[in-house]
C-alpha cells in the first residue's frame, strides 16, 4: 500500500497521505511512514494513525482530521480484496471515496501458494463484511 500510495501522492492525486495501523513496539504506521520519508515524502505530508486497530476506528480517526482541514476526499489505498469494505466504511463517515486498490497477487498469479493465500483473504474478507453490515459501520 505504502508504495502504491506514495507515487500517487507525488504526481498529485493526493496533498497529504495518512498511513494506518496499530501494533507494539512500532506500529504499521511508524514504518509506513518511515518508508514514505526515504521515498522523499514532505514530513508535513504525512500522518500516523497508530492508534487504529481496525478500518472502522481509522475511518473515525480520518473523519476528524478530515473536519480540521475542511479535507472532502479520500483516495484509499488498500488491497484490492479489501477495497469494498474499505470505501463502504469511509463512505459511511461522510467521505467521497476514491479506490486505488493493489493487485500484488497478479504478480504471483500462477503459483499456488499464492491462490491459497487469496481465497484465505478473500474469505476472512467477507466475514469482516457481513460483520461490519451487522454493525452498523457500512
Do not use: C
Not at 504526481?11 to 511508524?30: D, E, L, N, R, S
Not at 504478480?107 to 463484511?129: C, N, P, Q, Y
Amino acid at each position: 500500500r505504502t508504495i502504491q500510495g506514495i507515487p500517487l501522492l507525488k504526481k498529485g492525486y493526493a496533498p497529504h497521505i495518512i498511513f494506518p495501523g496499530g501494533g507494539w513496539p512500532v506500529t504499521a504506521a511508524q514504518k509506513m511512514s518511515e518508508l514514505a520519508l526515504e521515498m522523499g515524502v514532505s514530513p508535513g505530508a504525512i500522518t500516523a494513525d497508530d492508534e487504529a486497530e481496525s478500518t472502522f476506528e481509522n475511518a473515525q480517526n480520518v473523519r476528524r482530521i478530515f473536519d480540521e482541514t475542511g479535507w472532502r476526499s479520500a483516495l484509499v489505498v488498500t488491497s484490492a480484496w479489501h477495497s469494498l469494505r474499505g470505501s463502504l466504511v469511509f463512505r459511511k463517515q461522510g467521505f467521497i471515496v476514491y479506490n486505488a486498490p493493489v493487485t500484488y497477487y497478479e504478480k504471483h498469479g500462477r503459483l499456488v501458494s499464492a491462490h491459497i493465500d487469496l481465497l484465505e483473504s478473500i474469505s476472512i474478507e467477507t466475514v469482516k463484511l457481513i460483520y461490519y453490515r451487522w454493525k452498523g459501520w457500512i
